[in-house]
């Protein structure tokens, strides 16, 4: 008996292609890419059958900022409906600026932060810093999203509410929104935690599989540094970076739970003109609106507009994770970056 | 894994999938409920002390959460055989044939900070605090002054219900008002915002300050005796009138056994 043919191995080969345990492997795995595909081309169908009353009785007033009109009465309107007459009129815009602008900002504040973050650990932290700091940040990135709400909710919107809240500002929009800490300031600040060390780990891994000759190369031509790592390190991480952003964003998007529980729970748009107040105000996103009303999915037309909800999601999802494809691959013609 | 493994694991599986089917088989005698939240509690309570009788031994439950609509929608369905709900009855708008029986009744409290510890509140100041607003400061009204932030609960919920007939006189709560998801939340809200004023179950009254409503203190002594206003009904709604076991069950839960364990937290029916 050979070695080879002792420890399993056989001799690859067109002769060698009825090898019965490499076949089956070959069809499971297959088989389970396909229920995965599956799956995912039946979600999308799904959700979109079943929000497509709500798009189609609304038209491009459900997307609209000068639709006019209260979410939260037409949630409340929807879901009062009989079901021989149902009400389906939705104008979203409330809803979708705040995903928007939470997440946006979020996003922004992480990735320069995660950046600055990962800059430090692979290049100039200590070794005993390093040590700690590595798991902590995995660690960060694995905490469930209810407990940053419980956070959230106990502690900085009860701040919030007495730092930076005055009467004279409370006063000036008494009857239309109540500003009591919990507002999309605090949502940003919280969505902002929980995506950075997510955002950290993606980048120091892109960091440190930058080629070391090619900063040594940088360094031995007297640049410092910091500036070695920022021309020539970052510079060729930047897809894994745009990787790292994607990812965070489409955590970002999807929060549900610690939004409901900290951005105030009221369908507004909060409006920059406001000025200072503006990061002070509540509002209430997508995600944390399918959250928050989950009890009337029994009410066929309410069941529609959160289904139609759901479904901006997901194009939302879909568009960024194509988005984030293009860019890479035009970075990566430029940079000729390992990753 | 070898070849063997993987036939014992899938002889496994299907004498797993064999050993489910008969279970389900015999669900005749398992009693399901699903619905509100708020009745979970009493539910629960009222399953387990059934379940130590003669009459109930025999029956085992499967008690499922979800709110009064999901409850609603799920017996009218024939997926239990009782649904839970928190909600009156809604004519026109609930699917047909169910038949609603009123099993306890529930205490809905107007709750304010401790730091505001309001005397009373009558239905036309809380109408206008959360409809409109009208009243959009404690001034006059409270111990500290400033603005009012009121908190509510979502749409679908039914102590949104129960509150909007009861303390607003069918108007809707307005949609400056914070929709919260839950009793908790609101409970939260107000522990945390001396300005704040909400609406919750009295189980959820601990830590915050219970407002009287048109002048009568909000307890379940007052609740029982008819005295204060914001009571509501919590149902066992089932498709038709209720026969077998569900009957037996229900029978249990308004008899003067059952009452007096809807007596320990909630309102009962006599």
């Known amino acids: 008996m050979t070695l080879a043919s002792r420890i399993g191995l056989r001799k690859a080969g067109p002769r060698n292609k009825k090898n019965r345990a490499d076949q089956r492997a070959e069809r499971l795995l297959g088989a389970l890419a396909c229920v995965v595909l599956a799956l995912i081309a039946g979600m999308i169908i799904f959700v979109f059958q079943k929000a497509w009353p709500s798009f189609s009785h609304n038209g491009f007033d459900w ?13 409340n309107a929807i879901f009062h409906s009989s079901a021989s007459n149902p009400v389906l009129t939705m104008h979203a815009w409330p809803l979708i600026w705040a995903t928007a602008v939470i997440t946006i900002s979020a996003v922004i504040i992480a990735t320069g932060m995660a950046l600055l973050s990962a800059m430090f650990i692979v290049e100039f932290a200590p070794t005993g810093i390093r040590r700690l700091l590595e798991p ?35 006063q000036s929009v008494a009857g239309v929104i109540s500003l009591n800490g919990s507002s999309i300031g605090v949502g940003i600040l919280v969505l902002t935690v929980m995506i950075t060390p997510i955002m950290i780990a993606i980048v120091v891994d892109a960091l440190r599989s930058v080629p070391a000759t090619w900063r040594d190369g940088a360094v031995a031509l007297g640049v410092n540094r910091f500036r070695a790592l920022w021309t020539v390190g970052v510079r060729a991480a930047r897809p894994a970076i745009v990787a790292a952003g994607i990812l965070a964003t489409a955590r970002a998007l999807g929060e549900a739970i610690m939004l409901s529980m900290v951005t105030g729970s009221v369908a507004f748009a909060p409006n920059p003109i406001d000025g200072s107040i503006f990061f002070l105000e509540p509002a209430r996103p997508l995600a944390a609106t399918i959250i928050d009303n989950s009890e009337g999915l029994s009410v066929p037309p309410f069941a529609q507009t959160l289904y139609a909800f ?24 430029y940079t000729l970056s390992p990753i | 894994m070898s070849t063997k493994k993987l036939r014992t694991v899938s002889v496994m599986a299907a004498l797993a999938l064999c050993a489910i089917v008969p279970a389900s088989a015999s669900a005749a005698k398992v009693i399901s409920i699903s619905g509100s939240t708020s009745v979970f509690p009493l539910e629960t309570k009222l399953a387990q002390a059934w379940h130590k009788t003669k009459k109930g031994k025999k029956f085992s439950f499967r008690i499922l959460q979800g709110g009064s609509n999901v409850g609603i929608s799920d017996v009218s369905k024939g997926r239990v055989s009782i649904g839970a709900s928190s909600r009156d009855p809604v004519p026109g708008s609930d699917p047909g044939g169910l038949v609603f029986t009123k099993i306890a009744r529930d205490a809905i409290c107007m709750i304010t900070n401790t730091a505001n510890p309001v005397g009373n509140l009558t239905s036309a100041q809380i109408k206008g605090m959360f409809v409109g607003p009208t009243i959009t400061s404690w001034d006059g009204i409270g111990p500290i002054g400033g603005t009012i932030d009121p908190i509510g609960r979502a749409t679908t ?13 069918g108007s809707n709560q307005g949609a400056f008002v914070a929709g919260k998801a839950s009793n908790g939340l609101v409970q939260q809200g107000v522990k945390s915002d001396p300005h704040a004023i909400g609406y919750v179950s009295y189980a959820f009254t601990s830590g915050v300050h219970a407002v009287q409503y048109n002048g009568v203190d909000c307890n379940l002594r007052n609740a029982k005796s008819g005295a204060y ?10 498709q038709g009138a209720p026969v077998g076991p569900v009957k037996k069950f229900i029978g249990f839960a308004v008899s003067k056994k059952g009452q007096k364990i809807a007596s320990t937290e909630w309102v009962p029916l006599h």
């Open chain 1, 63 to 75: 997307f609209s900022p000068w639709a006019g009109g209260n979410v939260d009465d037409e949630l």
């Open chain 1, 136 to 170: 902590v940040v995995r660690l960060l990135a694995a905490v469930p999203s209810v407990i940053y709400g419980l956070i959230g909710i106990l502690v900085l919107v009860p701040w919030v509410d007495k730092t930076f809240v005055t009467d004279s500002a409370k």
């Open chain 1, 310 to 333: 759901a479904a901006v999601l997901l194009v939302s999802a879909a568009f960024l994770s194509f988005a984030g494809w293009y860019v890479r691959r035009v970075l990566r013609r």
């Open chain 2, 157 to 169: 919920s039914g102590t949104h219900d129960a509150f909007k007939n009861i303390f607003l006189g």
């Open chain 2, 229 to 238: 206003g914001g009571v509501r009904s919590f149902y066992f709604v089932t």
